[in-house]
């Protein structure tokens, strides 16, 4: 199983992203996505994720701002980023729980991908 993120770039502050997220291989089941950053000098932190179900959640720091969907059909994730700011630039990871039959899953993340934010 490979977590494929993409979308990441320069941007202005106050420009807009979109990142994706394809899981692909020996997938019976995509579970939990999330997206997690880590800036330079810091700890990776969890920026948004959304469930099986599709319930959302984010860090305070994001909300209103960004928007995290998922394709259960196409095993994709994305995050809409809007309203960019400088303290946004990181690398950006996608992270899923996959099944790969009834009673087998683990957790994946992708390789990540970089938004830097200029101001």
């Known amino acids: 199983v490979q977590l494929q993120a993409s979308g990441g770039g320069l941007v202005q502050a106050g420009g807009s992203l979109r990142l994706s997220c394809a899981a692909s291989g020996s997938i019976f089941r995509i579970g939990d996505m999330g997206w997690y950053r880590q800036a330079p000098g810091k700890q990776r932190e969890l920026v948004a994720a959304i469930t099986i179900g599709g319930s959302t959640n984010y860090a305070d720091s994001v909300k209103g701002r960004f928007t995290v969907s998922g394709d259960n059909a196409k095993n994709m994730a994305y995050l809409q980023m809007n309203s960019l700011r400088s303290e946004d630039t990181a690398v950006y990871y996608c992270?899923?729980?996959?099944?790969?039959?009834?009673?087998?899953?683990?957790?994946?993340w992708g390789q990540g991908t970089e938004v830097t934010v200029s101001s």
């Open positions: 992270n899923a729980e996959v099944w790969t039959n009834w009673y087998t899953q683990q957790n994946y």
